[in-house]
């Protein structure tokens, strides 16, 4: 695998811009002062509540994210680049899920193949035809983004369904600006604080026409029990909007109400944490107890605007992934601004072949797959497992894709034997309204703590960096 790009020094000894002064006030700071900051830090996040639930993991239920005191940093040109190939990826993913359930150009096209879209578990039928306000599907996209130069930032993958994190991303800065003031005071540090806001002006500027003056909207959770609750909880409180669960609202004439102390209120736009399979029983599973019955129906009459939209998961589909320069070519008429990874179809039977024949250095991914979960790293894995992923690959192919084993960028990070270089992601949240997208500054930085270790996932060991983008 090729040598890792590093983000704060250059080959040959010398630091890059953005990392100087903190290179300078690292020097300055002794290790057991860092050592005494970091554990502040986690006695923090501990008293604060930041957990995430494991499933089927018998040693623990609850976990803290581990947390790195080190920030990683960006310089605003980079951001720049960045921030305007995001802009243009998540305008060229609303467009496509406006065309798969609507007019099909791209299918008569033969730009993306016919059974990818009608044969995918994710695809809704239901939604064919279904006019969404604004044609905004995605309202709040989580773009993964990794480094392996200095001059391209690479998709890793899009998330459209129900991306999470964000909390994670308010919650770093704001320890962070507690603990570590004096390196605060030496950087122009963008601000990420303004997200709740701009989240709230973003739903409620995709309302339904029928909404009253100042639209109502509700922040509809699985309950205390799914692993993401603290986030949904946490968000609910910054926007300043009700936490829902499905049994708290009712449909009554296509229109959505939320039962208050007060008597029932309608809710005009629903932020779900629900995926679409819970939403409404009447249309989707029946044996859910997570979602409201008649949901689709007030959905279908326009009565509620649900963000992000149902049938938004064809755009997480790894498959469809690895069409989307030709997605943004189509819709655009551009060149794509952030590159994708190669990627090798194994539907694809020349594809399949040299897959099978390269598995010891590729990474296999499950074409629904996520967190981690379900894949395949060649070079880190036993003989054994690669053969057994051989078999899977042979019975089921079109579940699958693959990629090159990246060597992803690497940032300084605190480990136990002082400052060491870890592999990081990044994970910046695109918000669509009916009038702009916008993107705070930042995003989650996920680092691999384990020495050598590719995987970022919180659930797979991995830990959480505050992202630093200077405002320049």
């Not at 993991?57 to 581990?66: A, F, K, M, N, Y």
């Not at 070519?329 to 994708?340: A, C, Q, R, S, T």
């Not at 019975?395 to 605190?414: D, K, M, N």
């Not at 270790?453 to 659930?459: E, H, Y």
Request: glycine content about 8%; proline content about 7%; charged content about 25%.
């Amino acid at each position: 695998m090729a040598v890792a790009f590093d983000e704060m020094n250059i080959p040959g000894g010398d630091l890059r811009p953005a990392y100087q002064e903190l290179a300078r006030w690292l020097k300055e700071t002794p290790p057991e002062a860092l050592e005494y900051r970091r554990q502040e830090a986690e006695l923090l996040f501990r008293r604060i509540g930041i957990t995430f639930a494991v499933y089927g993991d018998s040693e623990s239920t609850e976990r803290l994210i581990p947390f790195d005191v080190i920030p990683r940093i960006m310089s605003g040109k980079e951001w720049a680049l960045l921030e305007k190939g995001l802009k243009q990826r998540v305008r060229a993913l609303n467009m496509f899920l406006r065309d798969i359930y609507h007019g099909r150009d791209i299918l008569r096209a033969e730009v993306v193949p016919d059974d990818l879209i009608f044969q995918n578990p994710v695809f809704r039928p239901e939604m064919n035809g279904q006019q969404v306000p604004h044609d905004v599907y995605v309202h709040i996209a989580g773009i993964d983004i990794v480094r392996v130069d200095a001059e391209d930032f690479i998709v890793l993958e899009d998330n459209a369904r129900t991306p999470s994190g964000v909390s994670y991303m308010l919650e770093n800065r704001e320890i962070m600006m507690r603990l570590f003031p004096d390196l605060f005071a030496r950087h122009r540090v963008a601000p990420v604080e303004r997200y709740p806001d701009e989240l709230l002006a973003a739903l409620r500027s995709v309302a339904p026409q029928s909404a009253s003056g100042e639209p109502t909207v509700a922040l509809l959770t699985p309950g205390v029990y799914n692993s993401a609750y603290y986030e949904h909880s946490f968000l609910a409180d910054k926007l300043g909007i009700e936490l829902v669960e499905g049994r708290d609202l009712i449909v009554k004439n296509n229109e959505v109400f939320m039962r208050t102390t007060e008597g029932v209120k309608r809710v005009d736009v629903i932020y779900r944490r629900v995926d679409d399979d819970f939403l409404d029983p009447l249309t989707f599973r029946p044996d859910s107890v997570l979602g409201v019955p008649g949901l689709m129906s007030a959905y279908a009459a326009g009565n509620i605007t649900l963000a992000n939209a149902v049938g938004t998961g064809i755009a997480d589909d790894k498959a469809i992934y690895s069409y989307m320069p030709d997605i943004v070519k189509f819709y655009l008429g551009e060149e794509p601004i952030l590159k994708n990874v190669p990627t090798w179809r194994c539907r694809e039977p020349k594809d399949l072949a040299y897959v099978l024949d390269n598995l010891g250095e590729l990474v296999v991914k499950e074409v629904h797959g996520s967190g981690g979960y379900g894949m395949l790293i060649g070079p880190a894995a036993t003989k054994a497992t690669i053969e057994a992923f051989r078999e899977k690959l042979k019975r089921e192919p079109e579940g699958f894709i693959a990629q090159p084993t990246l060597a992803l960028s690497t940032c300084p990070t605190c480990t136990a034997t002082g400052l060491a270089p870890r592999h990081v992601d990044l994970r910046p949240f695109v918000l669509t309204g009916s009038k702009s997208t916008t993107i705070v500054p930042g995003g989650l930085t996920r680092v691999a703590l384990k020495e050598g270790s590719l995987v970022v996932n919180s659930s797979q060991g991995g830990g959480t960096k505050d992202t630093w983008i200077l405002d320049e």
